[in-house]
């Protein structure tokens, strides 16, 4: 950085001297060519002196215009040492203004210490001047390594000592002072760095050193001279030189599988049996492998066990399986736990047995030392409560913990009010807790009640502490007074002693008696209350033997409509309070009674007259009309919307599969949540569902159920036929009522004479005046068709004119009765009617265009061009048998549809909206 900086400063000088040299007049010397001049004194370098071998030599050369005119393209050029076209260093041109001078420059790199003049050369119109600067450039050291090779150069294995001979030189004109030369050696070796003498110009001298080979493989080991830039030399490029080395193979013993350790199941103490697999490479022979066992004690020390050696043979690849046994002796030191356990090859590092590597001589797995398993029996057994009364149940529990690596069984022997039993047989795994218990009985009086647990192990089972297995505890048994009432000994008496019939009468005196039983001892007094909380009675009990009965009575005033009686004791901790209650007989007339009665009677009937009120508001609001009731009783298919019994698998009228669709679910568009496809509304949300948009639309088969032709009864005209005498009663069975029916029809019959008289007063005839309209507005007009209804008036005139319209036909043909079947779509019928008729009518075949020539195949005549149907489908299930019924047998109603009020078109017949102005399939406008 120091010498990039002193050149600079150079540079910056050099440029003031040039340009103080610029602006001094020109002496006589000057080399002129016609009127360009320059000399030495305008030349100059930079730096001007300390050059040495390897720098940079800047050369600045001025020329000036003496011309009053400017001068263009002077040529000018700079030459190394000799002014031939092989040392050029730059050719160039400029422009230079009258009386003005410029300056050039040019920078000659890597000075050689033989370098020492710089040439000049200018030229303008044809007339070259040329001269040259002198200069010295001293002399640098220049290290090189003139040799490095290995020793041996070949049959190089494993661990062999390798000699590294390196000869360096100092090709440079100057003496090199001490400098490093480094070595750069394979991984995992170190590099090496080694002091050279101080080498004068033209001196030599051999760097000797040694290392291990590593493991086989091809390697270049990298030798570079003054290594840390100590000389300050000529050049500084091509200084590493590369030496090859090849390591040869060598004989590896190593594991070929990971060592296992095996013991005898439930051993605590061994012995163990270490085995494993030994692999040989790149040997022949016999090899004889030493070995040993080393347990880690975890620490920092180590087990070893005596070592023993493994055979291998063969001729190359060789194998071969070992096995070696320790017991507990050698791991008598170590506790209870798991320890890395080593089988290691070369144990003592014999130099007699080399590997191509050892690091893979060791091979090591976990060894297990089990602790002898002991049961910690919790030396507290818990109760579930520290106080109870004799005779209730205490639950006792006791905690049991295997402590050991194997697993135990044992059973609990445990001791209470006298009693010795034991337990399930209870079997702990290793490390496992478990918590016994057992409801067991108090004894009778107040006492402390011991309670002892012990630990019996089973035969063969592990327990090596037998003074942690026992657990002990005790309760408190108190003997405080208890009662339990005896129902079946309850009674109700007159004062006489007599039993009394239900209902009791009102105002009468009667006794109520009951019985209790008794545990423990003490005394209690029970108050006897009314259904008014009035204190009848109070009795004392005082229970002074085991087992006591007691006896409770009292006497009451019944009072109407219901008697209640209290038994209330005074401790409830005793027993509970008893209340009885008995129906009781008004028999007293006085006004209270009247009034209490005729209360209750109109509270009664109010409550009736809300309930009605409730239940004919809710029959309102859920009724439904008879389209919904017909909807709910049948379901439909939602491909073909036929009518279904509600099992079928497959739809009768289509053959879509019913039951793959029940099992179709979507995405409620509103909420999001699954929705099975045939659910018209989202049980969620309550959005409506486009049940139909989740099937594919189909064609709907319509069977015909054959007839069966049934003789009726000859008909006598005179007969008169009566209807049934009870017509409501009659409706009612068939679910309608005789009002509404009559109600519906009078509102149907009401509504279809509203629309006929809508109809006619719509379709009345209108004549269209054509005055004040163009010849091509009333040609336009006539080629319309417009349509009009004829109304009933009309329809009655023109029926009445039968005779005149047949009579215009002219002459009438009659046709003859061959016994067939007539039918409209009859083609010769059909023809006859025409020539009858005198009509222009349309016959199969007759090519037919309506409305805008569309080639319509759901209107009768049209030409199809090209259409393909494919009438098969897919139906695993049998027809089902369809049943014959006459027309005489009463049927289920049918479901009604809601239909759309629709006319006929007067010129194609199709069916249209009641109120289109015109029809969609022909065309055809309507006034």
Partial sequence: MSMLYMAGKWRAITGLIILSIAMLPINT????????????????????????????????????NTLQSDAFDVEYAFFKNDYTS???????????????????????????????????????????QSFFIDFEVAGLPNLRIMQSEISPSSGIKSGDTIQLSTLIKNTGSESAQSSTLHIDLPAPLEDQEIVTSVLNSGQEEWINTTF??????????????????????????NKVETVSLIVEPRMDVYHLENISIASTEGALEGPWTISGKLARTGGSGTTVVPMWIEIDTGQGGIITAQPFDVTLQGAGYAEQSWSYQINSSLVSSLSAGGYTLAAQIDPFNDPNFLQETTSNDRSSSLLTILEVPDVLVDPIARSSSPQVNSGEKVTWQVTVTNTGGLQVSGKIEYTFEGATDLSSLITLNPGEAYTWSKELSTGVGAHIAPFEANWIASQN????????????????????????????????????????????????????????????????????????????????????????????????DAIAPLSTIQLIPSDLSVTNTFTRQFSTAFTTTDDSSEQSKSGTIALIGIVVVILIAI???????????????????????????????????????????????????????????????????????????????????????????????IALPEEDDDEIVSGTADFAETVKEFGYDE??????????????????????????????????????EIEELESKVTVKLRTLKQ?????????????????????????????????????????????????????????????????????????????????????????????????????????KKTAECGACGAEIPIMAKECPVCGAEFE
């Fill in 739 to 776: 009002d509404q029916l009559e109600e519906e029809w009078d509102e149907k019959f009401a509504k279809a004479e509203a629309e006929i008289a809508e109809l006619e007063q719509l379709y009345e005839e209108e004549e269209i005046s054509t005055e004040g309209m163009t010849p091509e």
């Fill in 795 to 899: 329809l009655g005139e023109d029926s009445s004119n039968i005779d005149e319209m047949l009579a215009s036909k002219g002459e009438l043909i009659s046709h003859k009765d061959d016994g067939g079947e007539l039918s409209a779509s009859d083609a010769d019928i059909r023809g006859r009617l025409y020539e009858i008729t005198g009509e222009d009518g349309i016959m199969p075949g007759d090519e037919v265009h309506v409305g805008m020539n569309i080639a319509d195949g759901s209107l009768a005549g049209n030409e199809i061009e090209e259409a393909q149907s494919d009438f098969t489908f897919e139906d695993d299930e049998p027809i089902a048998k369809l049943e014959t019924q006459d027309e005489l047998t009463p049927q289920r109603q049918k479901p009604k549809r809601r239909q």
């Fill in 86 to 128: 092989s040392q050029q260093l730059l050719r160039s041109v400029i422009d230079i203004y009258a009386q003005e001078s410029e300056t050039v420059s040019v920078t000659w790199d890597n000075l050689q210490e033989s370098d020492s003049r710089v040439w000049v050369v200018f030229e303008y119109g044809s007339s070259e």
């Fill in 212 to 237: 291990t080979a590593p493991q086989s493989n091809s390697y270049s080991i990298y030798v570079t001279p003054d290594f840390h830039d100590d000389v300050i030399e000529a050049s500084e490029n």
């Fill in 615 to 709: 239940l004919a508001l809710a029959i309102w609001f859920t009724r439904e009309t008879e389209e919904e009731v017909e909807r709910d009783i049948f379901e439909y298919c939602p491909a073909c919307d036929g009518e279904l019994e509600g099992d079928e698998s497959r739809c009768p009228h289509c053959g879509f599969n019913l039951d793959k669709a029940r099992k179709q679910f979507h995405e409620c568009h509103e909420c999001g949540e699954s929705v099975p496809d045939l659910m018209e509304n989202c049980p969620y949300c309550g959005a409506i569902q486009d049940v139909s948009s989740y099937f594919e639309r189909r064609e709907r088969r319509v069977r015909t159920t054959p007839k069966a032709e």
């Fill in 461 to 556: 089972s592990w327990d090596s502490n037998l003074m942690n297995n026992q657990a002990v505890s005790n309760i408190s048994v108190e003997a405080n007074l208890r009662l339990n009432w005896a129902t079946s000994s309850l009674r109700l008496t007159d004062l006489s002693g007599n039993d009394v019939n239900f209902p009791i009468e009102e105002g009468e005196r009667y006794v109520f008696s009951i019985n209790l039983t008794s545990q423990e001892l003490g005394d209690l007094s029970f108050d006897c209350r009314n259904g008014e909380n009035q204190i009848l009675s109070t009795s004392e009990v005082n229970v002074s033997s085991i087992g006591q009965k007691v006896s409770l009575q009292c006497e009451f």
């Fill in 29 to 64: 010397s000057a080399y002129d060519s016609n009127g360009i001049q320059a000399s030495e004194a305008q030349v100059a370098l930079s730096p001007s002196t300390g050059l040495t071998q390897g720098d940079s030599l800047t050369v600045y050369l001025t020329l000036t």
